[in-house]
């Protein structure tokens, strides 16, 4: 379980509410994914956050960058989807429910 350093997961192009509002968005649409996207790499999981980071207005990098970090609890480390595959989708969204809770906010859900 990461301990996640809040200026990693902020990073400095963005704010905590910003991060905040990302992995929230994040935290929705995996939970809505059926587990079976998250046992192979597939194109699903990667489109949809796309999607996410174009409905925000951002690069998906600035949308990978923070669920890096708060799957991985570093910027190094192997490649997201890869991450995802190894967690699984319950550890997945652990992962980014305890992010979401360093930087303040917990799940209504």
Do not use: C
């Not at 704010?15 to 194109?43: H, I, K």
């Not at 990978?64 to 799957?71: C, I, M, S, Y």
């Not at 319950?90 to 992962?95: I, K, N, S």
Request: charged residues 25%; hydrophobic residues 45%; glycine residues 10%.
């Amino acid at each position: 379980m990461p301990v996640y350093n809040l200026a990693l997961l902020v990073g400095n192009r963005n704010t905590a509410t910003e991060v905040r509002r990302m992995l929230g968005s994040t935290r929705d649409f995996l939970g809505a994914q059926p587990v079976e996207r998250f046992s192979v790499p597939g194109n699903e999981l990667d489109r949809g956050l796309r999607d996410i980071a174009a409905g925000l207005g951002l690069d998906p990098e600035d949308l990978f960058r923070p669920l890096r970090v708060a799957l991985a609890g570093q910027l190094a480390s192997p490649g997201l989807f890869e991450i995802m595959r190894s967690l699984g989708k319950l550890e997945t969204l652990a992962a980014v429910e305890r992010a979401l809770i360093a930087l303040g906010d917990q799940a209504t859900t």
